[in-house]
């Protein structure tokens, strides 16, 4: 029973930040104060390498339908709180980033979990929640493009070493939008069908999106809707940065076995309850059918710190790159990597001008320990 209610930390985080936008005020700042207390926490507490205890599938996905239907009605919140209550302009800028946040955790792993499953309607549900981020056809690029080409050169999701947050974040908008539109065409051609055609995902996605923005300007007018949609392109970019904790620096050689060292893993307790097992995804990227609640920790692996605190860190990319992210691709390098993969790391490494650990007889230093 304890473990079906640990993913309730989800919702609950969501619904105390829509009271808190529904209340006015200083209240308002609930929802991105739950950033710094969710790192702080997740920082202190131990790493959680335990597997979950769960059977029923159905009791399991009612918090992930939860964070999925809680995602837009925080927008509805929102609009509602600029048209009814009085909120200074330092209250709606600390609102606009809060509703980003949520957003991005835990809408996205919720929504990820309902679209990589069988069930039709959770498709659906899964693609256009994401509407909260401006994303509606995100599911072609991540299950067509980076599960097919995680941690190589192909791969839009996984940043190369020596790229920072404030350049890669961008540039994986930019390339996933278009990846996934390129998929959908094609998808549609083999059909024989057109490859803009009528059927083409990204027009539904465009007519959801304008039905959402034109609710919420009839909930609360012109600041509702350029403060809504202030928050959606927050929360696009904010998602990219999640991207490059997970994946940074991964090498693979196109056309290999796709392995379990392929990810990052980050095994934080209150990484794995709010992101529904996203940081804990090794066995996902084995198996995408399988649900978040059997994906059990790789024990062996490289022990990556909180999620959040990787987020606080890469933002300033000298901490990033020196205290966390270049000991754990050197013991990953020297450890876990086979001869092709080092040639690749290697030619990465004195791309992003680091210096060369192959010829360290030494051996790897790091902070991160293998269980």
């Not at 509407?131 to 050169?153: K, N, Q």
């Not at 024989?192 to 609710?215: N, P």
Request: charged share 15%; glycine share 6%.
């Amino acid at each position: 029973m304890v473990d079906y209610l640990k993913y309730y930390v989800a919702p609950f985080t969501q619904a105390l930040a829509l009271w808190g936008l529904l209340m006015g005020g200083h209240y308002v700042w609930i929802a991105i104060a739950w950033l710094p207390a969710l790192a702080i926490l997740d920082a202190m507490l131990p790493t959680d390498l335990a597997a979950r205890k769960i059977r029923s599938r159905s009791w399991a996905l009612v918090p992930v339908w939860l964070s999925c239907l809680l995602g837009p009605a925080i927008y509805v919140a929102f609009a509602w709180s600029l048209a009814h209550n009085v909120l200074t302009p330092v209250q709606i800028a600390g609102a606009i980033i809060g509703v980003a946040w949520m957003s991005v955790l835990p809408l996205v792993p919720a929504s990820h979990e309902l679209y990589h499953g069988r069930n039709p309607i959770g498709k659906t549900v899964g693609r256009y929640v994401q509407v909260c981020y401006l994303d509606s056809t995100r599911m072609e690029a991540h299950v067509v493009g980076h599960h097919i080409f995680v941690a190589t050169v192909d791969d839009t999701d996984t940043a190369a070493r020596g790229e920072t947050i404030y350049s890669f974040s961008p540039r994986a908008v930019w390339k996933t939008t278009i990846e996934a539109q390129q998929f959908i065409s094609d998808a549609l051609a083999k059909k024989g069908y057109a490859r803009w055609s009528i059927r083409h995902a990204l027009w539904r996605a465009i007519l959801v999106l304008v039905l959402f923005l034109g609710a919420l300007f009839w909930i609360g007018g012109v600041k509702a809707l350029l403060c809504s949609l202030a928050a959606m392109v927050i929360a696009r970019f904010w998602i990219e940065t999640f991207n490059y904790f997970q994946h940074y620096g991964q090498v693979r050689v196109v056309g290999s076995p796709i392995e379990k060292r392929h990810v990052w893993n980050h095994l934080g307790p209150l990484s794995r309850m709010t992101a529904f097992e996203i940081t804990n995804h090794a066995d996902h990227h084995l198996n995408t059918y399988q649900p978040f609640y059997a994906l059990v920790p790789h024990r062996e692996a490289i022990r990556m710190p909180s999620v959040f605190l990787c987020f606080f860190a890469a933002l300033v990319p000298p901490l990033w790159f020196n205290r966390i992210i270049k000991p754990a691709l050197k013991e990953w390098d020297l450890n876990w990597a086979n001869g092709e993969e080092r040639k690749l790391a290697a030619a990465q490494n004195r791309k992003a001008g680091w210096e060369d650990w192959f010829g360290d007889s030494a051996g790897p230093t790091t902070s991160f320990k293998a269980a």
